[in-house]
């Protein structure tokens, strides 16, 4: 995705010529882009040679989810609609890791009916469930445990899974007594040590700490676990400072991990596996201008990407066509919807622009589409890909009568 010649650019289709065929606001992805990102991440732990599986939760569209499936990832799913969905998409079912503090006694029995790679449990009252279902079925049901390692991954406070105030996983102590009871049980196959710290991580050393609280953990169970899953997290520079994690420092660190853990090592990316194939192209209805700043009111809204409202995150905005012309002023793009919180961003300068003209929201292939919602009855907007310079509609324009 690059400006050509002043206009901007998903693979060879122009954005103007995207918005005048789909209308706006419109979600669109690059495939080419999807699929780099995926060989990207096998490449930097080729020797490892990790199970992938997409985190579902970051961009369920079940185009987007075959696609994926073609370039050889499993899935990482938190509920029965996302796991239905995977299975649609064709996702191997030995490829598929079911995640959540709060699944259900239906959502395990389907899972456990599926007969999937794993459910990782976060409680003690969950792995009694599953015992429970296993006992009525009489098999045996795989399994991993959740550890919380009261690790602070630095990260914002609304996407932080790994410290001891978070939800998430079972301390130390709960972890080895869960150990204990699912060695001893006639319907529990414990074959995995689950982790996941948190979201949009740039440091590798909240990863070399939570390394260590495992290797450390392992010891004490005495026991062999066929997997370990590290969860993903992995961080994506939103605002376009160049700040990454260094995968490098990451792989080595997880290599001399398993000279003393022989195990298959299991990662659920999702933003750094999506976020910037997808933009949201959205048209200038209105340019308010008062005193201080001039108010760029779009046809996109906080129901059409939420995280701005939901996390007060930065997206980049830019133009659809460039000019020379800048205007040292406060801009402040904000949505329709009757809240103050809708709004993407607010700059100092900005290109000169003009009411009808188009813009795009960068890097909204994680967490856009899945929050979205109907708020205020707008409808959801389309969804495209484009791949080898043809266009796919992957999800239609939802229409009013939809919703009514």
Request: aromatic letters at 8%; glycine letters at 6%; one cysteine or more.
């Amino acid at each position: 995705m690059q400006y050509k010649k002043k206009n901007f650019y998903v693979e060879n289709i122009s954005t103007e010529k995207l918005a005048r065929k789909f209308n706006t606001p419109l979600y669109c992805y690059s495939y080419l882009k999807l699929k780099n990102n995926i060989i990207n991440f096998k490449n930097h732990f080729k020797k490892i040679n990790p199970l992938i599986c997409f985190s579902v939760k970051s961009n369920s569209n079940i185009k987007i989810l075959r696609e994926i499936k073609n370039l050889d990832c499993g899935a990482d799913v938190v509920s029965m609609g996302e796991m239905m969905k995977v299975l649609k998409a064709g996702i191997n079912t030995k490829k598929i890791v079911f995640s959540g503090v709060g699944k259900t006694y239906s959502e395990l029995e389907y899972a456990i009916n599926k007969n999937i790679l794993l459910i990782n449990v976060e409680s003690r009252s969950e792995l009694l469930v599953v015992e429970k279902i296993g006992k009525l079925k009489k098999k045996k049901i795989d399994i991993g445990i959740r550890l919380n390692p009261n690790i602070n991954a630095k990260t914002l406070q609304q996407i932080s899974t790994g410290k001891k105030e978070n939800k998430f996983g079972v301390t130390e102590k709960e972890f080895l007594k869960l150990v204990k009871h699912a060695k001893l049980s006639k319907s529990l196959k414990l074959k995995c040590l689950s982790v996941h710290i948190g979201s949009q991580i740039f440091s590798h050393k909240p990863y070399e700490k939570m390394l260590k609280v495992i290797d450390k953990l392992i010891k004490q169970t005495n026991h062999k676990f066929e997997f370990v899953d590290l969860g993903g997290g992995m961080g994506i520079s939103y605002e376009k400072n160049n700040k990454k994690l260094n995968l490098k420092i990451y792989n080595s660190l997880i290599n001399k991990f398993l000279k003393k853990n022989s195990c298959k090592i299991i990662f659920e990316p999702g933003r750094s596996i999506i976020a910037d194939t997808g933009i949201l192209i959205s048209k200038i209805i209105y340019i308010k201008k008062n005193k201080n700043k001039n108010f760029v009111i779009l046809d996109a809204a906080m129901n059409d990407l939420m995280r701005p409202a939901l996390y007060g995150a930065k997206h980049q905005i830019i133009p659809s066509k460039k000019n020379k012309k800048i205007t040292n002023k406060i801009f402040e793009f904000v949505g329709p919807i009757c809240e103050s919180t809708d709004k993407f961003l607010t700059t100092k300068k900005f290109q000169n622009i003009r009411e009808g003209e188009l813009i795009i929201i960068c890097d909204v292939g994680a967490y856009g589409m899945s929050l979205s919602s109907n708020y205020n009855l707008r409808t959801l907007p389309a969804e495209i890909l484009v791949k080898n310079s043809k266009i796919q509609v992957i999800k239609s324009r939802q229409k009013l009568s939809d919703i009514i």
